[in-house]
């Protein structure tokens, strides 16, 4: 059989993994951490359990479909819900609008609480959904590169409706055209931030993320987001994938412009090998550390990796001595002046002093995620990307920031329930998954030529090699690592 090396052991790395084997190759992966995940792992702490990234799960038939081709019920590797409510949105003039994943029920909310007409945020979203499906097929199931891409009837439907996309309007223009209640731009101006991007900057066609939230919906594995890997990793290892843990691989072997394997540190403890030889190698890794690091003899798409990378993320993981029954499992504290929170992240490289707070409370959902009567919070910010800054001094300002307005908004001196405390910031975040200046979704979507700037899938110098992960076509967050995975592995070709 036909033997491929993954590097990296990401839910894109995984999925590439589940999709390789399942046409028949024999699928080692190298993962240099000791577990699997990435940036889509768990770890606990005095008792209480966290998700370290992501926390919002979209379009859960992605990983749905991984079970399928294997022949597998999904129902027997993984379980999880539709949520009710979508998210608690607080404001500091003392609104708190809840987002039911009703449509209906959500603008009846945003009207009542607002005055902002149902009707106007009930067509929002049709055309939010609209503009989806004329770019999906066309935009992030399909690599760029290929001619074939823009001669079909997805690209001439695409061509025709050009002018209803807004391409050449911001995600803020769109917004401010739409609706007349700053509160309401400013709840989805928010969505910008899904890929890392400044609402003032991104395209309008950013427009089409609230479609996956209200219309398609948000979900919540039952055990924890952690569940969306390990049900993945025991997926892959039914189907014969063998994973290396505790194993950094240092360098794709490259011979007559064709990838012939790779070179790990160490493979179970035992010396290097010089190199490991497979027919087809595949890096999960972030694609500039792919080329800077594993591959040196390689001439480098300069242009495309110096793309300015998305934001990065500070969380404070606070294990809390009580519960609040106003929050939920997504929460969002808003700041009072959006631009200047923006401008001080992609203009001026720091945070705001009264940054945007976002709270993930697992253990709503899944109570033994906290002892009882407890909360764990996920309490996160949007921080620049590393670029070199004095990280420990902006780290002590916001939190004291993020504690008083908290503090402020649920009237309750929060710094005295925090009971233990694990900090995340760009740099550990860069350090624990390879991701290059600890971006959260590889390149930024501030530019309207983004979705052209994304690496390809596949090499047009390496023969049998290829990238998947948050970091190239078609971006990053979990469904669209996925797709990198399904456009990849699309591209192998059959083991006979
Ligand atoms: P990664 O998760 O980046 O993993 C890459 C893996 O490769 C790592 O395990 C690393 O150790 C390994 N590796 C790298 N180099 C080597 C090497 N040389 N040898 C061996 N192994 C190597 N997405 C959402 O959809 N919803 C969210 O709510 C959300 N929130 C997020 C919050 C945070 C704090 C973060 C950090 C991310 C969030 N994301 C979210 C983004 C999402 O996590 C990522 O886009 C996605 O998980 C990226 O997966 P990946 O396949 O690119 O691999």
Same mark, same amino acid.
């Given at each position: 059989?036909?033997?491929?090396?993954?590097?990296?052991?990401?839910?894109?790395?995984?999925?590439?993994?589940?999709?390789?084997?399942?046409?028949?190759?024999?699928?080692?992966?190298?993962?240099?951490?000791?577990? #699997?995940?990435?940036?889509?792992?768990?770890?606990?702490?005095?008792?209480?359990?966290?998700?370290?990234?992501?926390?919002?799960?979209?379009?859960?038939?992605?990983?749905?479909?991984?079970?399928?081709?294997?022949?597998?019920?999904?129902?027997?590797?993984?379980?999880?819900?539709?949520? #009710?409510?979508?998210?608690?949105?607080?404001?500091?003039?003392?609104?708190?609008?809840?987002?039911?994943?009703?449509?209906?029920?959500?603008?009846?909310?945003?009207?009542?609480?607002?005055?902002?007409?149902?009707?106007?945020?009930?067509?929002?979203?049709?055309?939010?959904?609209?503009?989806?499906?004329?770019?999906?097929?066309?935009?992030?199931?399909?690599?760029?590169?290929?001619?074939?891409?823009?001669?079909?009837?997805?690209?001439?439907?695409?061509?025709?409706?050009?002018?209803?996309?807004?391409?050449?309007?911001?995600?803020?223009?769109?917004?401010?055209?739409?609706?007349?209640?700053?509160?309401?731009?400013?709840?989805?101006?928010?969505?910008?931030?899904?890929?890392?991007?400044?609402?003032?900057?991104?395209?309008?066609?950013?427009?089409?993320?609230?479609?996956?939230?209200?219309?398609?919906?948000?979900?919540? #594995?039952?055990?924890?987001?952690?569940?969306?890997?390990?049900?993945?990793?025991?997926?892959?290892?039914?189907?014969?994938?063998?994973?290396?843990?505790?194993?950094?691989?240092?360098?794709?072997?490259?011979?007559?412009?064709?990838?012939?394997?790779?070179?790990?540190?160490?493979?179970?403890?035992?010396?290097?090998?010089?190199?490991?030889?497979?027919?087809?190698?595949?890096?999960?890794?972030?694609?500039?550390?792919?080329?800077?690091?594993?591959?040196?003899?390689?001439?480098?798409?300069?242009?495309?990796?110096?793309?300015?990378?998305?934001?990065?993320?500070?969380?404070?993981?606070?294990?809390?001595?009580?519960?609040?029954?106003?929050?939920?499992?997504?929460?969002?504290?808003?700041?009072?002046?959006?631009?200047?929170?923006?401008?001080?992240?992609?203009?001026?490289?720091?945070?705001?002093?009264?940054?945007?707070?976002?709270?993930?409370?697992?253990?709503?959902?899944?109570?033994?995620?906290?002892?009882?009567?407890?909360?764990?919070?996920?309490?996160?910010?949007?921080? #620049?990307?590393?670029?070199?800054?004095?990280?420990?001094?902006?780290?002590?300002?916001?939190?004291?920031?993020?504690?008083?307005?908290?503090?402020?908004?649920?009237?309750?001196?929060?710094?005295?329930?925090?009971?233990?405390?694990?900090?995340?910031?760009?740099?550990?975040?860069?350090?624990?998954?390879?991701?290059?200046?600890?971006?959260?979704?590889?390149?930024?979507?501030?530019?309207?030529?983004?979705?052209?700037?994304?690496?390809?899938?596949?090499?047009?110098?390496?023969?049998?090699?290829?990238?998947?992960?948050?970091?190239?076509?078609?971006?990053?967050?979990?469904?669209?690592?996925?797709?990198?995975?399904?456009?990849?592995?699309?591209?192998?070709?059959?083991?006979?």
């Amino acid at each position: 059989r036909k033997t491929v090396a993954i590097i990296g052991s990401g839910i894109a790395g995984i999925a590439t993994a589940i999709r390789l084997a399942a046409k028949g190759f024999r699928v080692t992966i190298f993962e240099a951490n000791s577990s #699997p995940g990435g940036k889509l792992s768990e770890f606990e702490l005095e008792g209480y359990r966290f998700d370290a990234g992501p926390s919002l799960f979209t379009m859960p038939h992605f990983v749905e479909e991984l079970f399928l081709i294997a022949g597998k019920n999904p129902a027997d590797y993984i379980a999880y819900g539709k949520l #009710p409510v979508i998210c608690e949105y607080f404001y500091e003039d003392g609104t708190h609008i809840r987002a039911y994943s009703d449509p209906e029920k959500f603008a009846e909310e945003i009207e009542q609480k607002t005055g902002q007409s149902k009707k106007s945020v009930l067509s929002y979203l049709k055309q939010s959904a609209f503009k989806y499906e004329v770019t999906a097929n066309l935009f992030l199931k399909r690599s760029l590169h290929k001619l074939s891409t823009w001669l079909n009837l997805d690209a001439i439907r695409g061509y025709w409706n050009l002018p209803k996309l807004d391409v050449f309007q911001t995600l803020n223009e769109v917004n401010e055209r739409h609706f007349q209640d700053p509160r309401i731009v400013q709840l989805f101006n928010r969505y910008a931030t899904y890929n890392g991007s400044n609402p003032y900057e991104t395209p309008g066609i950013m427009h089409i993320i609230p479609h996956l939230e209200y219309n398609v919906g948000a979900f919540f #594995p039952a055990k924890g987001m952690y569940n969306i890997t390990q049900s993945l990793v025991r997926l892959a290892e039914d189907m014969g994938v063998l994973f290396c843990y505790n194993t950094r691989i240092n360098e794709i072997v490259v011979l007559n412009n064709k990838a012939v394997g790779v070179r790990p540190n160490k493979i179970d403890g035992r010396p290097a090998p010089t190199y490991e030889s497979f027919d087809v190698v595949v890096s999960n890794m972030d694609i500039v550390n792919t080329y800077r690091k594993l591959l040196p003899h390689v001439a480098a798409p300069t242009r495309i990796l110096e793309q300015p990378k998305s934001s990065s993320a500070l969380i404070f993981y606070w294990g809390i001595t009580r519960s609040f029954f106003e929050l939920d499992l997504h929460n969002i504290f808003f700041s009072k002046d959006y631009q200047h929170e923006f401008d001080c992240l992609f203009h001026k490289q720091t945070i705001s002093n009264d940054p945007t707070i976002y709270i993930n409370i697992t253990s709503k959902y899944k109570p033994d995620d906290a002892p009882s009567g407890c909360e764990n919070w996920f309490t996160m910010i949007n921080v #620049p990307n590393n670029s070199g800054q004095d990280w420990d001094g902006l780290i002590d300002e916001a939190r004291r920031n993020i504690i008083l307005k908290l503090s402020r908004i649920l009237k309750t001196d929060i710094s005295k329930l925090i009971a233990c405390e694990y900090i995340q910031d760009p740099r550990t975040i860069e350090a624990r998954t390879s991701s290059s200046q600890g971006a959260l979704y590889g390149i930024s979507s501030n530019n309207r030529y983004a979705a052209f700037l994304r690496h390809d899938n596949k090499s047009s110098k390496v023969k049998n090699l290829y990238f998947v992960g948050g970091s190239v076509h078609p971006g990053g967050g979990i469904p669209l690592s996925l797709l990198s995975a399904k456009i990849a592995a699309g591209m192998v070709k059959d083991p006979v």
